[in-house]
């Protein structure tokens, strides 16, 4: 049965590959493709011829034979060829097998009922479909060269001194991006980039510590701009610190730069009067963020959470970002830190004056004061109290330069005796918390300079320093168990900042103490 099998096989092969005239075989040479077909095919069979040769060698070691055995050792291979194979040689190849079935035992020889075994054939690659890749584009080489600007430089007079022309300052001044050149600062520095021509490439200048404004520039003509974030990382620090002098001065000490000082009088100066309430003693802690640039820090981020105890209350914020991107400090239940309105107009200034009856320092009668007098050093920068619009911005007779604000609901503001104001405050202006809307100054009748500040509710003086204002609000109900959370885990931060604190506190106390072997 082998050697039948393999003349059957022998002949097929020969007369696919091999024209049958021989005179035809330059003009009918299959093209390579077909010949790609071919020889896929050959060894399919020759595997075939393998496996049955195989099969006849080991099936006389068998013990038993059945109808079955007998079935496939002696069936003969049916090969059926689609006729669009040669058209299309990623078709698979269908080898098709009769049936060992038991009714196939028992069925005509003559019928094939066969079953279909497919296997596929990959097209042979064209060179015509490779990915050829483009040579790679030269690079570019810049030198560049820093101009520090110094006070009282224009771009225009810098353009000059560089050498650089006279139009294109003017070109940066009217698009939309590089126009920010026009505000440029004294004591930073402008960067110009140079190509191998010595042509303007490109400018660079830091808008702030954690983005530059970036100029392309070719042919004097401006092909892009934009500002881009620098590489920088943010880092998680901690600092705690106990007042003996100053909030600033124990935040400078532990390593708090002035904006996370600042920030801090924000966020719990509705609770506490830093320029009343603080004593010594008193103390902070308080997790935070900084960016920085190659291991250097470029400036502060935000407050994480923060901590002030002072005069045995102790006060706790977190900081939340609900889902439409508000951000805002709670206390650990969800109530708003921030009031309605601020205890004081001023930073880090005293009170000259409270509310209620004095005598006038200028006309030296007993009469009723109806605000709160702030003493500042001129020029010192006057805060909104709260969101509002200004509905008076001038001169007001004794109170010389004033700004009045009305504020949500039945309340309004009086800001008195100022030096100017500042940039956009007039009447129907809108301001927010804490913006600054003028300086302190001693217009009007005063004796040096102050802030004279008032509070009024439904159009009569009440004492900003006690008058319990509302709220703002809470943590939107949807948020709570995601706000609760957050407390929870800061919270934990918070405990165990304070508990290192106080265990370095004790340990230095312990090493500076008089050895008790020496009294």
């Known amino acids: 049965m082998p050697s039948s099998f393999t003349h059957r096989l022998s002949h097929l092969v020969t007369d696919v590959i091999k024209p049958k005239n021989p005179h035809q075989a330059a003009n009918n040479r299959p093209p390579i493709r077909k010949r790609h077909w071919f020889l896929g095919t050959s060894l399919v069979l020759a595997g075939c011829w393998i496996t049955h040769t195989t099969t006849a060698t080991i099936k006389p070691l068998a013990n038993t034979a059945s109808p079955v055995d007998e079935t496939i050792a002696h069936t003969p291979l049916l090969l059926t060829f689609a006729p669009e194979v040669a058209a299309k040689p990623d078709q698979p190849i269908d080898l098709s097998i009769p049936p060992t079935s038991s009714s196939a035992l028992n069925s005509d020889s003559n019928q094939h009922d066969t079953a279909a075994l497919s296997l596929p054939m990959e097209a042979p690659s064209s060179a015509s479909k490779r990915k050829v890749n483009p040579p790679p584009q030269p690079i570019e080489i810049f030198t560049t060269r820093k101009h520090k600007i110094k006070r009282g430089e224009s771009l225009g007079i810098i353009f000059r001194k560089q050498n650089l022309g006279y139009s294109l300052p003017h070109k940066l001044t009217q698009h939309d991006v590089a126009k920010q050149l026009t505000s440029i600062a004294a004591g930073k520095s402008l960067e110009f980039a140079f190509d191998a021509e010595d042509k303007l490439r490109r400018i660079t200048y830091p808008t702030s510590y954690l983005t530059k404004l970036v100029v392309d520039i070719k042919d004097d003509e401006i092909t892009d701009a934009k500002v881009v974030d620098l590489p920088y990382t943010t880092h998680r620090q901690v600092a705690s610190a106990e007042i003996t002098s100053s909030l600033f001065e124990a935040g400078l000490e532990a390593g708090l730069g002035h ?26 802690h308080v997790i935070y963020q900084d960016h920085q640039l190659d291991g250097k820090k470029l400036a502060d981020g935000e407050i994480l959470a923060a901590e002030f105890n002072t005069q045995g209350r102790t006060y706790r914020a977190i900081r939340y970002q609900d889902n439409e991107g508000n951000v805002n400090y709670y206390t650990p239940e969800g109530d708003s830190m921030l009031g309605t309105f601020l205890r004081s107009p001023v930073k880090f200034s005293r009170i000259s004056s409270r509310f209620g009856k004095r005598r006038h320092p200028i006309s030296k009668k007993w009469k009723a004061h109806k605000g709160v007098d702030y003493a500042a050093s001129r020029g010192t920068p006057i805060r909104a109290t709260a969101d509002g619009k200004v509905i008076h911005a001038g001169n007001k007779g004794g109170y010389g330069k004033t700004v009045v604000l009305r504020h949500a609901g039945r309340f309004t503001t009086l800001y008195a005796h100022m030096n100017g104001y500042a940039k956009g405050i007039k009447s129907g202006a809108r301001v927010k918390q804490g913006q600054t809307i003028g300086y ?80």
Do not use: C
């Open 259 to 284: 904006n996370i000082i600042m920030e801090m009088v924000r966020i719990f100066g509705w609770d506490v009067d830093f320029v009343q309430d603080i004593r010594s003693g008193d103390s902070f």
């Open 440 to 519: 302190v100054g001693s217009t009007g009748y005063s004796t040096g300079p102050h802030l004279h500040y008032e509070f009024r509710v439904d159009g009569v003086h009440q004492n900003s320093l006690t008058y319990k204002t509302p709220k703002a609000s809470s943590v939107p109900a949807d948020a709570i168990d995601d706000f609760q959370l957050l407390a929870s885990t800061l919270g934990q931060e918070l405990d165990s900042v304070q508990s290192e604190y106080m265990l370095a506190q004790a340990k230095q106390a312990t090493e500076h103490a008089p050895d008790s072997d020496t009294l």
